[in-house]
Each structure stands twice: as C-alpha cells, then as structure tokens.
C-alpha cells in the first residue's frame, strides 16, 4: 500500500507529557499537510509543507506545537505538555502540485487521547 | 457565520432511494471544490471533485453555483455502504493549501 501512513494510530497520555507523531506521505507527493479533528466536526488546518519548509501555520497551532518535515519525506508533530483539549484525531495528508491534481490524501490519522 | 456550513443530517434514507446534499460556503474568491466521504472512525477519503459545469461518477453527481455560493451532491440508487459522513471541501485559494472542510452529512441507508 502506497498511501499515506501515520504511526502511531492510538496515543494515550497523561497530561502534561510531550508526544510525537509521524506521518509519511504519499513518495510522489511534495505537499504534506496537518489537520486536527474532533467528534461532530470536519478537520481543522494546522501547518503545511511545501517540500521541507513549513510555508503556512494556522491560529490553532500554540506554542506548544511543533511540527518538521527535515528532508522533505516524513514529518513528525510533537506536542509538549498536553493538555485535555488536546484529546483529538491528528490527521496528515499529502499531494502534489503539479499537473493540476491538487486533490489531498489522508493517512489514518493518530487517535490522542489525553488524561 | 461558518466558512463551510452543511445540514448534519442524519439522513436516513431506504436501498435505492436518490439523496442530495447542499453545502453553502461564504468566501465567493473559492477556488476548487470537493466532496469527501468518512467512515466512522476512518480518514476522510476523497470521493470527487467539483467542477464549475458539473460532473458525474457513476452513482453520484456534484455541481457547482457560484453565483450562490453552494456545492451540492446528489446520490442515485443509494446501497448500504454509501453509509458515512459526507464533507464538503472548499478551497481558498488556487494552489490547494487552505481547505476549508464542512463539519459532515451523516447518511445511513437502510435495507
């Protein structure tokens, strides 16, 4: 399978702790994008990608969240002293920007739960 | 008012019933279009574009009104495994990095 992976897909953590996560897109891909979801809603924009630089972060994004994409592959997100709010579905997605197929593809996302 | 509003539903329709969705969207300077579809507990997978004339696969049929600001789709013959959450997608600009997903349609269809 040659979609998108996230890993891992279920995170339960006590607050206060950091956690990573990783995705991998699609190999053709040079666009990498973060979302958040939570229940009843749509996915809400964190951060993207271009290649290795993060052209674009939104409001949602504090401080205590990070995300690298270092060669232009993978990208981690890591989130330091989390909080109950945090407690939410992390998407990824990638997608090209050439020919005209701008379409995004989700990986399965990583479940966090926060205690 | 919400960048991408959708009804919530749920839809819950019989086997082969036709449904539609509408979704309006409040910046008119929206670039591209999609509708997603979502299992329960499943990324959001792509289901189809949306283009200015319309377009159709198989089953389903997305069009577009600029000039009042919604998306719709419409689902023929509707099977049990249309079931899920339906997103409507906005983008705001040209290149695809700011898209504006819908909260959902939930549609169940029943035998």
């Known amino acids: 399978d040659t979609g998108v992976s996230q890993d891992p897909r279920h995170k339960i953590t006590k607050r206060g702790q950091n956690v990573t996560f990783r995705c991998d897109p699609i190999?053709?891909?040079?666009?990498l994008y973060w979302y958040r979801q939570t229940l009843g809603q749509g996915p809400e924009f964190l951060t993207y990608f271009q290649n290795e630089a993060q052209l674009e972060k939104s409001r949602l994004l504090s401080d205590r969240f990070s995300a690298e994409r270092p060669k232009g592959s993978f990208s981690t997100l890591e989130i330091q002293r989390t909080e109950q709010g945090d407690s939410a579905m992390y998407l990824c997605?990638?997608?090209?920007?050439?020919?005209?197929?701008?379409?995004?593809?989700f990986g399965p996302g990583t479940r966090l739960t926060v205690t | 008012r919400k960048e991408v509003e959708q009804d919530p539903g749920p839809f819950n329709v019989p086997e082969g019933a036709t449904v539609a969705f509408n979704c309006t969207y409040s910046n008119s300077a929206s670039q591209s279009f999609f509708w997603y579809r979502q299992d329960c507990r499943k990324e959001p997978k792509l289901l189809m574009s949306?283009?200015?004339s319309g377009n159709e696969d198989g089953r389903f049929t997305a069009q577009l009104n600029r000039a009042s600001q919604y998306i719709s789709l419409l689902i023929r013959d509707s099977k049990l495994s249309d079931s899920a959450t339906y997103l409507c997608v906005v983008n705001e600009r040209y290149n695809n990095n700011d898209m504006r997903f819908g909260a959902g349609t939930r549609l169940t269809v029943k035998p």
């Open positions: 997605a990638s997608s090209r920007t050439s020919g005209g197929a701008y379409e995004q593809y």
């Open positions: 190999s053709e891909h040079n666009r």
């Open positions: 949306v283009y200015s």
